[in-house]
């Protein structure tokens, strides 16, 4: 706290860990002593660096670049790059910490990272995305690699700014290699990837729900974001039979009583990802939907939430409401969606929670599988990659059972996801010493 203590994200992120994992090291006497969570919450290295790029009016700007390599362990570093206004040390940070208990819990050899820049690209055009992209790695590529570190998407960050981020990479090392995941089909991406995050979320409630003998069938679903993880959820759980009634963006949220079904998807899909618009404009095409300002979606009634936007945007009146709603089952796709008020509401009403470090590791994952598929020199087909998907999700949801059942049956999957993700570390970290 002394050393981090100006970093709100971060700390939040640790502090849900320590809650979990200290009882459990004080219990068992190899880890006790070692201070090895000390050790994990120091990063092995953090980058920061300057970005100067030139805009469309032939001004200079000037952003500030991040990488966060953040444990190696169990393998590369690996995680997303972000781009938002809002990215600082503490936010990456949070998410290379958070990313290190999910690829261990993926049950593939990678270790943790994240990095990204307080760029923002809304209402920039493609040429400046490019610039932007260039400018970014023409410093990250010196300390990423194969065998280093392989960024990846996050918000921000998608198959347009990957591509102009690899160009560089490949243009700067003259050589074609597996360095970021989330590319291109035709330029060594994996099928799935794009789908991954969102449908391994729903993958996840769906597991979560047979506990209870139920399905995501016939049920009704709250949705918040509409970018890459928001709209593939949402795809899901329209395959799977649920009903989705709300989107959102930064300005607010779409509600559609009728449920958005594969067409209007389909229209959320070009609007956002190809006209770059607002979420509002559902409504000029589907006027019996309401347009929300300024607000997030939890106050609509619903079976399930699937937090899918970003860290922090379900706060404990929102986890209140949701439950007096009738609310069963909460999986995060963002990461931290949900405070810690939030979580122990959720917690205390003992409906299913899933914390994003488990019911969204299937992006992460699919990437392992991208990076497998890379070195292997080799494509999978949809069907072999969507059915690894299913078993990976299927893994991490046994993992949080067996070391997360209460006494009284009850599953806190925070806590079975800390420290089945902890363990494998821990026990890494442990074989190679002090380094
Ligand atoms: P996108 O950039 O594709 O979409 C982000 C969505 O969240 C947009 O609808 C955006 O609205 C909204 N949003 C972003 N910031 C805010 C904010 N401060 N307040 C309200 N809404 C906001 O990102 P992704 O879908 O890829 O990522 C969403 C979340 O999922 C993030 O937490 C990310 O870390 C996490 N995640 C993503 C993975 C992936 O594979 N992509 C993997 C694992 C986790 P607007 O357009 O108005 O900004």
């Not at 208990?101 to 920039?124: A, E, I, R, V």
């Not at 700067?172 to 979320?201: D, H």
């Not at 990461?335 to 009403?349: C, G, L, Q």
Request: charge should be negative; charged fraction near 25%.
């Amino acid at each position: 706290k002394e050393r981090n203590g100006h970093e709100p994200e971060f700390l939040q992120a640790v502090e849900e860990v320590a809650e979990t994992v200290i009882p459990y090291i004080v219990k068992h006497d190899i880890y006790y002593g070692k201070n090895i969570l000390l050790r994990m919450v120091e990063p092995e290295r953090l980058i920061s660096f300057r970005v100067c790029w030139v805009d469309d009016s032939g001004e200079i700007q000037v952003n500030r670049g991040y990488r966060v390599q953040m444990n190696s362990a169990i393998g590369p570093y690996k995680g997303g790059l972000r781009f938002h206004p809002t990215v600082n040390a503490s936010i990456l940070k949070f998410l290379a910490f958070e990313q290190v208990f999910k690829n261990s819990l993926t049950t593939l050899p990678m270790g943790g990272g994240k990095g990204g820049s307080d760029f923002d690209p809304k209402g920039k055009s493609d040429n400046e995305i490019m610039r932007f992209c260039h400018a970014f790695m023409s410093e990250l590529f010196r300390h990423i690699g194969p065998n280093t570190d392989i960024p990846a998407g996050d918000i921000g960050v998608g198959t347009r700014e990957i591509g102009f981020l690899f160009g560089m990479y490949k243009k700067l090392n003259n050589e074609f290699t597996g360095v970021l995941t989330g590319k291109g089909m035709s330029w060594g991406g994996s099928l799935i990837r794009p789908e991954a995050t969102g449908y391994g979320n729903v993958y996840f409630a769906q597991k979560m729900l047979e506990t209870k003998g139920d399905t995501i069938e016939g049920k009704s679903v709250v949705v918040s974001g509409s970018g890459n993880v928001a709209q593939y959820a949402a795809e899901k759980v329209i395959q799977l039979g649920g009903k989705v009634l709300t989107l959102s963006d930064s300005s607010g949220y779409i509600y559609d009583e009728e449920g958005i079904d594969t067409d209007k998807l389909k229209f959320v899909m070009e609007l956002k990802n190809v006209k770059r618009g607002r979420i509002s404009e559902y409504l000029e095409t589907y006027p019996n939907a309401k347009f929300v300002k300024g607000k997030t979606p939890w106050e609509v009634k619903c079976d399930v939430a699937l937090p899918c936007a970003t860290q922090n945007e379900l706060h404990e009146e929102d986890a209140k409401t949701l439950l007096n709603n009738g609310c069963i089952c909460v999986s995060e796709g963002a990461n931290m969606p949900s405070t810690k008020e939030a979580i122990a509401a959720f917690h205390k009403a003992k409906i299913l929670f899933a914390p994003g470090k488990a019911s969204n590791a299937g992006g992460v994952a699919t990437s392992g599988l991208e990076m497998t598929q890379n070195s292997l020199r080799y494509k999978w087909t949809r069907e072999e990659v969507d059915n690894k998907l299913k078993d990976i999700m299927a893994d991490i949801h046994q993992s949080c059972i067996e070391y997360g059942k209460d006494e009284d049956g009850y599953v806190d999957y925070v806590k079975g996801a800390n420290i089945a993700g902890f363990v494998k570390v821990a026990d890494a970290m442990l074989a190679q010493g002090i380094v």
